[in-house]
């Protein structure tokens, strides 16, 4: 089986610009978060989505960033507008239902907002 | 308030020694603690975990001990090799949401 695939792994971005990052998730899992690391806060949950319904936003994140799930095999974190402050590694796992003690992390996307 | 704490932050171990990583939490609805590896390029990865009702899970060279009373666990990585160089974060999971901790940063010297 494959694994969680994010596109694309890197992205350089100018200050204001709007990104989307991509995310299909492990075929059969229902969970899907997307989160922020960075080195000095660590991993930062920005989103999470239950068979497609948004369970949590992420709160401080809600007004630059969106996540969407169209399908139950795909999901796009847009942030606009972006800035430098948002320069940071976007990584998306997917669990079965309710194991979000066993996710499954795709390689992530180094995202740099110059 | 940070509901996971890692520590050391950093860690450096001969090849051969036994490495320990520490982890304590606040919430005691906490069911569920996942150890996460990662390498640098790489998502995190499941390594081994372990339930609330268990005192201790082992897999291979990898043992967690966990004291309930305490709301402390440890990871113990023996016969360290360089190729366990890596970042490790302790998670707690209520069923409802999990919490990772900031990292432990391992670096095992042959």
């Known amino acids: 089986d494959a694994g969680v695939t994010q596109t694309p792994r890197h992205e350089v971005a100018e200050k204001g610009q709007t990104i989307i990052l991509k995310c299909e998730p492990v075929?059969?899992?229902?969970?899907l978060f997307w989160y922020r690391q960075t080195k000095i806060q660590g991993l930062e949950l920005l989103s999470y989505?239950?068979?497609?319904?948004?369970?949590?936003d992420g709160g401080a994140f809600k007004d630059r960033f969106k996540a969407e799930m169209l399908n139950s095999s795909f999901s796009t974190l847009k942030i606009q507008p972006t800035e430098p402050k948002d320069s940071a590694v976007y990584l998306c796992?997917?669990?079965?239902?309710?194991?979000?003690?066993?996710?499954?992390f795709g390689p992530g996307t180094r995202l740099l907002v110059l | 308030q940070q509901q996971v704490r890692q520590s050391p932050q950093s860690l450096t171990v001969w090849e051969g020694e036994t490495a320990i990583l520490n982890c304590s939490y606040e919430?005691?609805?906490?069911?569920?603690f996942p150890w996460y590896q990662q390498f640098p390029g790489e998502g995190p990865a499941l390594l081994i975990s372990?339930?609330?009702?268990?005192d201790k899970k082992e897999d291979g060279r990898f043992t967690i001990f966990f004291n309930k009373r305490e709301k402390k666990l440890s990871l113990h990585i023996t016969d360290s090799q360089p190729g366990d160089s890596a970042t490790y974060f302790c998670?707690?999971?209520?069923?409802?949401?999990?919490?990772f901790g900031d990292g432990t940063q391992l670096v095992v010297k042959p």
């Open positions: 796992a997917s669990s079965l239902r309710g194991r979000q003690d066993t996710q499954y």
């Open positions: 989505f239950r068979s497609k319904s948004l369970m949590e």
């Open positions: 919430d005691s609805t906490f069911n569920y």
């Open positions: 998670a707690g999971d209520n069923n409802n949401r999990i919490f």
């Open positions: 372990i339930s609330s009702v268990s």
């Open positions: 075929s059969g899992h229902n969970d």
